[in-house]
């Protein structure tokens, strides 16, 4: 096992870079070593054995073992590096963060199906229940902290949990066109612009989100090939850097490789 933590992650990980933003806060983030998975490719062996068969990720490999789950790893990393905890210290305080990071899992969940669906009737179902987590996220925040601009005085736990998601949904924006309404979502619309701009969360910016995640929005996620394709948007080369960007229009087809600056 090695000296120093190793997190295992694929490229563009939300579940890793809420690792990154919490070490960046904590001013830690040379406290463990990251290294990316490349999911285009096969797992190597190596990794299944630590992973126990699983493909997820991220895992954190400690001298002590492995720890899988980014929220189990985002909390003891927050336990064991820098100074201070992220996390609340007041019990009830923590408790109402935790009331919060909970229903993450469903905004995560609800924004994923959205970029994945393909049938173009469905569209305005999957924007419903996207608008429906971001009202739940407004009443929450209206409930604990109104005239606020994070759920507590400054970017916490909780922040740092969603803030992954809320760049990862710039996907949405590029690819379903989708925006909260100017009316009914103030609340969580100075929160999400707040954590968007924070200074610890600058790990990826948009156009390489939409550049890697184009696979996504065309139905094959994790690396799957899109059919008529040789090549994942989610390759290492070339770099996102050097491709045009993805055509936004997800409903008329897939882009080529080449169109796509992905042929050789």
Not at 60 to 78: A, C
Request: a negative charge.
């Amino acid at each position: 096992m090695p000296d120093m933590p190793v997190v295992y992650h694929i490229p563009v990980c939300p579940f890793s870079q809420r690792l990154e933003i919490l070490l960046s806060l904590k001013g830690a983030v040379d406290a463990v070593k990251f290294r990316v998975v490349d999911i285009t490719r096969p797992r190597d062996p190596a990794l299944l054995e630590l992973t126990r068969g699983s493909t997820a990720l991220p895992i954190l490999v400690t001298n002590k073992g492995v720890l899988k789950e980014s929220l189990v790893i985002l909390d003891y990393l927050d336990a064991r590096s820098g100074h201070g905890k992220i996390a609340r210290a007041d019990p009830y305080e923590h408790a109402v963060e935790a009331m919060l990071i909970a229903m993450e899992g469903d905004f995560t969940g609800a924004g994923y199906r959205y970029v994945l669906n393909q049938d173009e009737a469905r569209r305005s179902a999957f924007s419903d229940a996207m608008l429906a987590q971001y009202q739940r996220l407004d009443d929450f925040l209206v409930w604990q902290n109104p005239e606020g601009t994070f759920l507590f005085e400054q970017f916490g736990l909780a922040e740092a949990v969603f803030t992954p998601m809320f760049m990862r949904f710039w996907f949405l924006d590029y690819y379903e066109g989708f925006d909260l309404p100017e009316s009914g979502f103030a609340r969580v619309r100075r929160w999400r612009d707040a954590c968007l701009a924070h200074p610890a969360a600058q790990q990826v910016n948009k156009e390489q989100v939409i550049k890697l995640y184009y696979d996504y929005a065309m139905g094959a996620g994790n690396g799957a090939l899109v059919p008529g394709r040789t090549v994942s948007s989610f390759t290492f080369e070339p770099a996102w850097q050097q491709r045009p960007w993805p055509p936004p229009q997800k409903y008329s087809g897939t882009a080529t490789d080449a169109q796509l600056g992905l042929a050789g």
